[in-house]
């Protein structure tokens, strides 16, 4: 006598993607149709079907988390390591970059400074790790000096309460690109010395700079005393990168010229 196989049961896919959907499971709902046809096709166990569904939600909510902090965090689009020119920057270890890249220093409340003429890479550097450190969980705010200057003059007299919820005093990772173009004013110092010794040890500063440290206390207003209290905090258990080269920008502008010819 020949037994017939077993009919598998119909799945009520509509009962099954309501109950995902009434979870917050919105991603595993819409790819559920999609993964159940795979796993029947496959003859793949409930186990890793159900492993499957659940990481196509985690790796959405992943996704969707990163576009929303790089969105909220300032930095500008498009400057990653992946699309950063080594070859035509030899000072820059690329060993030394991937490390930083890790945010080890992130997670020791560390300071990173890079220094450097105009067009050797700061930025392009400073906005990549900034963009790794959004990656791995790390809340970033991204300033240009001119900037965070303006936010602190604002916020001057805000109570302390409600000053330490402020992204520059609250995110894990502030960058502050092209200190040194402009000198401050002595308020400007002073705000900006209340700025570091804040985040000392509490929060990582990432910062970009066409002066070497010996030219800080003309950044500052001209204070000797307020620029060795400043470089006292952030230069402790700190990292410094000092990048030599031709500027990027030339170089495009030579191509440019170049293919005008």
Not at 22 to 42: F, H, I, P, T, Y
Not at 206 to 226: F, M, Q, R, Y
Request: charge should be positive.
């Amino acid at each position: 006598m020949t037994t017939k196989p077993t009919a598998r049961p119909k799945l009520d896919l509509d009962t099954t993607r309501d109950a995902l959907e009434r979870v917050g499971l919105s991603r595993a709902a819409e790819q559920l149709d999609v993964l159940v046809a795979d796993a029947v096709k496959a003859d793949v166990s409930a186990h890793a079907f159900l492993d499957r569904l659940l990481a196509e939600e985690v790796s959405w909510r992943e996704d969707r988390r990163v576009r929303t902090s790089l969105r909220l965090s300032g930095l500008p689009a498009g400057q990653t390591l992946g699309n950063f020119d080594f070859s035509f920057q030899p000072s820059i270890e690329r060993s030394r970059i991937e490390t930083l890249a890790t945010c080890q220093w992130i997670r020791e409340n560390r300071t990173l400074l890079l220094q450097g003429p105009p067009g050797v890479g700061k930025t392009h550097l400073a906005i990549a790790l900034g963009v790794k450190a959004v990656e791995q969980g790390f809340g970033v705010y991204f300033y240009r000096l001119e900037e965070l200057l303006a936010a602190l003059r604002r916020d001057a007299e805000l109570p302390p309460a409600r000053l330490r919820r402020k992204k520059y005093l609250s995110v894990g990772l502030l960058i502050i690109d092209e200190v040194g173009f402009e000198p401050m004013s002595r308020q400007e110092a002073s705000l900006f010395f209340r700025l570091v010794s804040h985040r000392y040890q509490r929060g990582s500063i990432l910062i970009t700079s066409n002066k070497g440290i010996k030219d800080w206390p003309e950044i500052l207003a001209g204070d000797e005393v307020l620029a060795t209290a400043i470089l006292d905090r952030l230069l402790h258990n700190s990292h410094v990168l000092n990048i030599k080269g031709r500027s990027y920008r030339l170089r495009d502008l030579e191509k440019a010229v170049t293919q005008q010819v």
